[in-house]
């Protein structure tokens, strides 16, 4: 079965400051990835997605993520955190096949201080 | 375009009582999927719809949870003799075809509290 890890419930950054949210994979097959956000009582939104075309995706915001097979990662980044980033942000992995249900991990709630 | 939507938004019942959810996918997906969001668990796929056929059911947690979907559009979630653990966020997701990799759209969700 396929899984994810995100490392970290909690992160807090400044303002301006890079965000990192970590995510790890355990797949036996080249997976697809998704990373999405959740704001305050909203559902989710996608903010990118790995399909095995380029491995360095970028997405909405100004996000982006690396997928590296070596390292089972899919790490998202965003060089300068706004207020506006503060939610929660889901790694999820989908089996190949035609049933493409998500498998989600634990989440990362970011908070941006000033 | 419109996006999921889902209904009602809240819903308080009391334990033992039965309760429906409605699901509204984007018009043209084919695909439609229930997920649950709660405290202890996390995000967790109850059920899979392709057209009106359930071909994945794995996540119903129990025999009181059922689904449908009529007309390969709006879907209900049943869940009967509700139990305070059934308390969570029932979210929606609907995607055009359900291939790996598909963009699954997520609707606001129906937070359910079980007393």
């Known amino acids: 079965a396929q899984s994810v890890t995100q490392l970290g419930s909690h992160v807090s950054v400044s303002e301006g400051a890079l965000v990192l949210l970590r995510c790890n994979y355990s797949?036996?097959?080249?997976?697809?990835l998704f990373w999405y956000v959740q704001y305050p009582n909203q559902g989710l939104q996608l903010l990118l997605k790995y399909t095995s075309a380029a491995t360095l995706v970028k997405g909405i915001n100004g996000f982006e993520a690396e997928f590296k097979k070596s390292e089972t990662s899919f790490h998202l980044t965003k060089p300068s955190a706004h207020m506006s980033d503060a939610a929660e942000y889901f790694c999820?992995?989908?089996?190949?096949?035609?049933?493409?249900?998500?498998?989600f991990g634990t989440g990362t709630r970011l908070q941006v201080t000033l | 375009g419109a996006g999921v939507s889902q209904s009602p938004s809240n819903k308080v019942t009391e334990k033992g009582k039965d309760v429906e959810l409605r699901c509204d996918p984007i018009s043209g997906h084919t695909a439609l999927y229930w997920y649950r969001q709660s405290l202890g668990q996390g995000l967790e796929f109850l059920i899979y719809?392709?057209?009106?056929?359930?071909?994945?059911k794995s996540g119903l947690p129990s025999d009181r949870f059922s689904a449908e979907r009529t007309g390969g559009s709006v879907s209900t979630l049943t869940i009967q003799r509700t139990q305070q653990e059934d308390s969570a966020v029932y979210l929606c997701a609907s995607s055009l075809g359900a291939s790996g990799g598909v963009t699954q759209y997520f609707g606001p969700g129906t937070r359910l509290t079980v007393l």
């Open positions: 999820a992995v989908s089996e190949t096949g035609t049933a493409s249900k998500l498998t």
């Open positions: 719809f392709q057209g009106n056929s359930a071909p994945d």
């Open positions: 797949s036996s097959v080249p997976p697809y």
